[in-house]
C-alpha cells in the first residue's frame, strides 16, 4: 500500500524543484526554460480556465452565478487562484507545498493582486472552516491518494455554502484498461511492482545509487471509487449535478458541477 504521506512529499518537491512544470507538464514551463513570456502564457492559461469553470456554473446550475467567496484547493503558484481574483471579492488558496505557496505569493505581488489568501495544508483537515460561494479543484486530487483524497474531497463539498457551487475533478479509470471496461486487472502491473520497489527505503537508496536519482519527483495519478463520490455527494445535499468528462494523457476523469442545498 502507497502511504498517502508519500503524495504530500512528492508534491513538496515539486514546489521546490519545478513549480510550473508540476502544474502544467509541458517542458516550457520547466524552470530552466521559465521567462517571462512563458509565465504570461501559463497564467492565460489560468484565465482561460476559470472562464471554462463559470461559464459550465452559469449554463448548468445558475445563470446570474456570480461567486463572491472562492475557495482554490492545491492552489498551486496561483494558476486559477489569481484569474478568480479577478472575479470575487475574496480568494482562499490552499497548498501543501511551502514552495509552491511561496511563488504564489511572488506571483499575487507581481500581478498587484491583493484579495487573496494563501493557506497552507497538513494532513487532511482543511486549514480554515469558512464556507465558499465556490469551491474549486482541478488536476489536484489524482496526486493525492485515495486512502487520503477521499477525505479531502468530503470536506470540500462540505465548504460549499448553502445555494454554493462545488467544481471538483477526478480521475477514476485509465484507457489503457479499456478491454475490461475500465477496471484494472487482478494482477498487479509493473508500474505498481516498481512503486512498490521504490517504496522500500532500502531499496530506493540502493537503485538511486546503481541508476541514478530522478530528475524530478514522481507524480503519481490516482483512481478514485466513483461509487464512494456520489455517496458522499448525495449524502452531503448536493443537487443539480453536471458531469463533464476529463482525460489528461489517457488518465480518464470526471470534473463535477455540483450545488448544495441545506
Known amino acids: 500500500m502507497i502511504r498517502a504521506s508519500k503524495t504530500d512529499q512528492a508534491w513538496k518537491q515539486w514546489g521546490d524543484v519545478d513549480p510550473y512544470y508540476g502544474v502544467i507538464t509541458d517542458d516550457k514551463f520547466r524552470s530552466d526554460k521559465l521567462d517571462e513570456q512563458t509565465r504570461q502564457e501559463f497564467f492565460q492559461t489560468g484565465q482561460q480556465s476559470v472562464d471554462h469553470v ?15 467567496t472562492v ?18 471579492q475574496h480568494v482562499t488558496g490552499i497548498d501543501v507545498s ?11 505581488q507581481r500581478f498587484g ?8 495544508i497538513a494532513g487532511t483537515t482543511l486549514p480554515t472552516d469558512k464556507r465558499f460561494d465556490l469551491v474549486h479543484c482541478y488536476i489536484v486530487l489524482q496526486h493525492i491518494h ?9 470536506q470540500l463539498v462540505a465548504a460549499v455554502a448553502d445555494g454554493g457551487v462545488g467544481a471538483i475533478q477526478l480521475t477514476y ?26 517504496g522500500n527505503s532500502f531499496l530506493r537508496k540502493w537503485l538511486g545509487a546503481l541508476l541514478g536519482s530522478p530528475k524530478s519527483p514522481p507524480m503519481q495519478m490516482n483512481p478514485y471509487s466513483l461509487n464512494s463520490i456520489f455517496f458522499l ?30
Open 54 to 68: 463559470l461559464k459550465l456554473c452559469r449554463k448548468h446550475i445558475r445563470p446570474d452565478f456570480a461567486p463572491q
Open 71 to 88: 475557495l482554490d484547493y492545491g492552489c498551486g503558484v496561483g494558476r486559477m487562484a489569481i484569474a478568480f481574483a479577478q472575479h470575487a
Open 98 to 108: 511551502e514552495g509552491m505557496l511561496a511563488e504564489a505569493k511572488a506571483n499575487q
Open 113 to 120: 493582486i491583493e484579495n487573496i489568501e494563501l493557506l497552507r
Open 146 to 154: 485515495p486512502q487520503q483524497g477521499i477525505e479531502i474531497f468530503r
Open 173 to 198: 479509470s485509465q484507457e489503457k484498461f479499456a478491454d475490461n471496461c475500465g477496471r484494472p486487472p487482478h494482477f498487479p502491473s509493473l508500474r505498481t511492482l516498481w512503486r512498490s520497489v521504490w
Open 233 to 262: 455527494l448525495q449524502r452531503a445535499g448536493a443537487k443539480d449535478l453536471h458531469v463533464e468528462f476529463t482525460n489528461h494523457g489517457g488518465h480518464l476523469g470526471v470534473f463535477l458541477i455540483f450545488t448544495k442545498q441545506a
